[in-house]
């Protein structure tokens, strides 16, 4: 028989805060009907339901759940987590603030999106009437641009200053000013010497197979980060090969990643020489050049056979969770044809 009992303990790992044996809800999926091993109810090709513990966390940590039992049949136990996130609070860490672009022109339109988020991380519903302010916090003031009191979704239109720089804009929900910053360049003219053009590694193996990606900076005199506006960004190669997600060759046009605000290529070193150069260019602007060495290709040692061994029985985890969350934790059974029940620690 399968009879697995769980205990959480706080999150000093000692203080047990509740336990739940065999069918401790009364729900009919924990009966033997339910294919549970008791009373020889159990079908090997499903996983079955054989303890609960059902709990209100108090406050944010990490909390152990243990598994132990006296009469387990040989095989795997599978925790599961269930949680109730349903709170309506906003909180200030988890809620977003987000802008349309990252780096505009002077006097240019950019939209920010406020997304309120309770502890969870889960964004809450838009038809609640909220007071949502979008501040302007460059410099360390704050600037109060933008302010609705109504349902969402939250955005604001704002048109960057004429002056060139960095600004920084936060949000307030509520009352509840969020934590994150939204940063927007307001740039001037591209300039390629300021413009950074880098790799991440400072060298590769000559083996035809060793890669590494080449990243560009687009800046503006001043070293103000430049927008995508639909410029080519052109990479060319003195050896080896450039690489994108949709074409390869010595010379192809780099890919803009929003996040970073980079273009970027592959480059697969050549099986020859003892270095190469990458160099880049938006039209008739060059951007500069980063050379790579080239080192010998290390030999392989030989290889060596390994073994693994099976697990199951008793086991614990180390569930991270957050205040008021309601958590139902579930042990499972699965039988296996050989091995040794023993401990298990997972943390998730």
């Known amino acids: 028989d399968l009879n697995p009992f769980l205990v959480l303990y706080d999150t000093n790992g000692t203080s047990k805060l509740v336990s739940g044996d065999f069918n401790d809800s009364g729900e009919s999926f924990y009966n033997a009907a339910a294919r549970d091993r008791q009373a020889n109810g159990f079908v090997l090709q499903v996983l079955d339901f054989d303890?609960?513990?059902?709990?209100?966390?108090?406050?944010?940590?990490?909390?152990?759940?243990?598994?132990?039992?006296?009469?387990?049949?040989?095989?795997?136990?599978?925790?599961?987590?269930?949680?109730?996130?349903?709170?309506?609070?906003?909180?200030?860490?988890?809620?977003?603030?987000?802008?349309?672009?990252?780096?505009?022109?002077?006097?240019?339109?950019?939209?920010?999106?406020?997304?309120?988020?309770?502890?969870?991380?889960?964004?809450?519903?838009?038809?609640?009437?909220?007071?949502?302010?979008?501040?302007?916090?460059?410099?360390?003031?704050?600037?109060?641009?933008?302010?609705?009191?109504?349902?969402?979704?939250?955005?604001?239109?704002?048109?960057?200053?004429?002056?060139?720089?960095?600004?920084?804009?936060?949000?307030?929900?509520?009352?509840?000013?969020?934590?994150?910053?939204?940063?927007?360049?307001?740039?001037?003219?591209?300039?390629?010497?300021?413009?950074?053009?880098?790799?991440?590694?400072?060298?590769?193996?000559?083996?035809?197979?060793?890669?590494?990606?080449?990243?560009?900076?687009?800046?503006?005199?001043?070293?103000?980060?430049?927008?995508?506006?639909?410029?080519?960004?052109?990479?060319?190669?003195?050896?080896?090969?450039?690489?994108?997600?949709?074409?390869?060759?010595?010379?192809?046009s780099g890919e803009y990643d929003a996040a970073s605000g980079l273009w970027s290529v592959t480059l697969v070193a050549p099986t020859t020489g003892t270095n190469v150069m990458v160099s880049a260019a938006v039209g008739a602007t060059n951007l500069g050049a980063v050379v790579l060495d080239l080192t010998t290709p290390a030999t392989a040692p030989a290889s060596t056979g390994g073994g693994g061994s099976s697990g199951g029985g008793g086991g614990c985890a180390l569930v991270s969770t957050s205040d008021g969350l309601w958590l139902v934790l579930l042990a499972l059974g699965l039988v296996v044809v050989m091995g040794r029940a023993r401990p298990v620690r997972a943390r998730g």
């Not at 059902?54 to 598994?67: L, N, R």
């Not at 006296?70 to 200030?92: I, K, P, W």
């Not at 991380?121 to 038809?127: F, K, N, R």
């Not at 506006?229 to 450039?242: C, E, K």
């Open 51 to 252: 303890a609960e513990i059902t709990f209100t966390v108090p406050a944010t940590g990490d909390y152990t759940v243990m598994v132990d039992g006296t009469s387990f049949t040989t095989g795997f136990y599978f925790l599961t987590l269930t949680s109730d996130l349903t709170q309506a609070a906003v909180d200030s860490n988890a809620s977003t603030l987000a802008a349309d672009q990252r780096a505009v022109a002077a006097s240019t339109d950019v939209i920010f999106t406020v997304t309120p988020r309770n502890v969870a991380g889960l964004a809450l519903a838009t038809s609640t009437v909220r007071t949502v302010e979008l501040f302007d916090v460059t410099g360390g003031g704050m600037v109060n641009i933008g302010m609705t009191n109504g349902a969402g979704p939250w955005t604001f239109t704002e048109t960057m200053p004429a002056g060139l720089g960095l600004r920084r804009f936060q949000a307030r929900v509520d009352g509840v000013m969020m934590a994150q910053l939204r940063e927007v360049s307001v740039h001037g003219a591209l300039d390629g010497t300021a413009s950074i053009v880098e790799a991440v590694n400072a060298s590769l193996p000559s083996d035809g197979e060793a890669s590494t990606t080449i990243r560009v900076g687009l800046r503006d005199a001043a070293g103000h980060e430049l927008g995508n506006t639909g410029q080519t960004v052109s990479f060319t190669t003195s050896a080896g090969q450039l690489r994108s997600s949709t074409t390869q060759g010595s010379a192809i």
